[in-house]
């Protein structure tokens, strides 16, 4: 079990579980489709835009800094790195 | 009023408007929806006090008239972000008559779990199956009998980008209605435990606070009270220990623990995930789709920032070779026809000399020279829309956000100043616009670096955001988007620009009869700091003028400089002035003739040829003047300054929403005032040493 932001790209892992402290300590701002903002007050719970535990997320892109991109189901996320190693996740095969 | 005529034969019965809220989550075609329902019908504005997009339509079918209420794109409706409150205030509060919630057929779990919560408003909902295409291309086989049996609502497949199944969904959404109660969703079960204390709170509701039953959706209410939803415990004015609350909810909190509202969104997803199971099937291979195929190279690290830059050069170019000669027909225009009939009218109605001046050398010069920029402004528009609707947009964000956390910045600050171009003059063609662009976003960075150690220390932000598919977006859309975003530039022309104008005209010509224009207050003022920008080759009296007015906005720059120039370029029309109608003839053919060389200039971006096109010396008065009083290299420098040197009012009002108070503001234009004048600076006499352009 290690954090989302450690695997490579290409990679899968499960969702095994939230962060310690429950939904409430993943609230990461939320920007909408154009890139744009990042208001006050703007944040989802990752597990409405389907970061479940259980879940299969694949590492679209990881460059080792900055955002990464992870497509769960048929939606492609970018999060931040600090969101992403808040994830925690078991790395699967194929 | 009464009915004109007593002749009819049967009353006019006055059927009420239905209400349509239309719901989903972004990027589920949502939009595209509401606009081909809506035609040309489309009312677009913000939600009161917020700078949410708010979509209105009233149409017709079959005799009903419907009120179509676009909601914000959310992912649930829980009460964290503005677009989840409005929309659910909407729903819970103003009741709509019926939901349409459009459901992204090919993302159908995550969609599922807002269409559950959407089930437990007690609303009549129909489920638009959208983008219904692109998983029939996948190879998806979605049982739509079996979701309308398993929701207990109707679903119609829908192709929102291609018009299809608009009919069948207003024929359910008039249906709907003409069952009355009957179209009610069914009731979905989140399980025994759960389902029981939502039956014991209900139950308690109604005896207790009877008030609330007549404010709140039962179901809901009892639900939101369970998952201890912050907002509604507070407007319902019931304490989470309660003694209802513990009777209902005790043993729920004992099994689970405390957080039920992960417990409620696990019960949602599992409903959502079973659902899909049962009338989804998925081809068991998977191939390999456009949208990864394009974003393995625009996000690749180290094509991505290149391509970033060639794209916006591609913007600007474009820009600039579709709307450079209607810009120049519109200069011909409102300087010549236009000018000389207003001239005239004033002169017929007996207005006063100062009237006339005022009239074509303050509001025409001002404020025409600013709306030359408005075939600009528009096709910068339609390309910006059709980058942000292509998708592409969000990956540049995505793409400047990496590339700022490798440099140890995070990117935050730097998006909207990316997407952002609107608040600065449109310069003179695409390619010193698109270098004066990269500039600007090279400066954002190093001064990011610089600040880094100083000012905005602390943690980088959390942030998530979805990256939709690449798609082409639709031409209505296209036009609804770039018009909404081209019309603020109009409405500013209209307002401020036009009062300034007046404003720096009578700056101009008082006190009153001033020979020289450098006599006149403005004159005097932009005569005393003119030395400051001698080193940056613009120290004369008419460009510092401008500077200062240009302060409320930088289009004022423009206008304002137009103003002063007017008097030198002003020629007397050689022999008879043409007639009102040769007027109007001149107008329409060089209208004609501005959108071919608008085309072939094009065409010559997309060939080869045009790498080496220089663009054609500039006829337009106003630049010719200018090109008198600037060097290309004091102008590029000018132009340098004057995008760095001031926060527009837009910019300002988004400061200070960002940061709370004005004070980041102050700073902020201390800073951009001396960051400007070093850029102008090292451009100027960097540009000299180098024997450029001098």
Redesign the interface.
Known sequence: MFPLGLLGSGEKGEVVD?VPG???A?????????????????????????I?PGKTIEM??N?G?????VKI???????????AM?IMVRRKDG | MTAPTAARSFPVVETAVLRVAVAGNPNSGKSTLINSLAGTRLHVGNWPGVTVEKKEAALEHRGQRIALIDLPGTYSLSPYTEEEIIARDFLVHDRPDIIVDVVDATNLERNLYLTLQLLELGIPVIVALNIYDEAEKKGYKIDVKAMEAALGVTVVPTVATRKTGMNDLLEAVTGAIAKGSRSLPRSQSYGEDIEAAVKMLTAGIVDRHPALVERYPRRWLALKLMEGDRRVLAEANISGVDSLMKDAVGHLREAHGEDLESLMADARYSLAAGLTREVLQRPSVRKTEMTEKIDRVVLNRFLGIPIFFAAMWFVFKMTFDLSAPFADWLDGAINGPLTRWIEASTNLLHGPDWLVSLMTKGVIAGVGSVLVFVPVIFAMMFFITFLEGSGYMARAAFVMDRAMHSMGLHGKSFIPMILGFGCNVPAQSGTVLWSLYVMGIVLAVLMGILFKRTLFRGESPMFIMELPPYRMPSGRSLAIHTWEKGKHFLIKAGTYILAVSVLVWFLLNLPWGVENKKDSYLGKVGSAIAPVFAPLGFGNWEASSSLIAGVIAKEIVVGTMGEIYVRETEKKPEGPAPTFFEDLREIGTSFASAGREAFTNVISTVGITSLKAEEKEEEATLRSVVAKSFTPLSAYAFMAFVLLYMPCVVAAAAFKHEFGTWKWFGVAFVYQTILAWSVAFIVYQGGKLFGIGG
Do not use: F
Not at chain 1, 65 to 69: I, Q, R, S, T
Not at chain 1, 73 to 83: F, L, N, S
């Open positions: 939230k429950g939904s409430h993943l609230r990461p701002c939320h920007r909408d489709s154009a890139g744009t903002g990042c208001r006050k007050g703007s944040t989802v719970r990752i597990e409405d835009m389907g479940r679209l892109s460059e800094g900055g955002a990464l991109l189901d048929e939606a492609r996320i970018a999060m931040g790195r600090t969101m808040k």
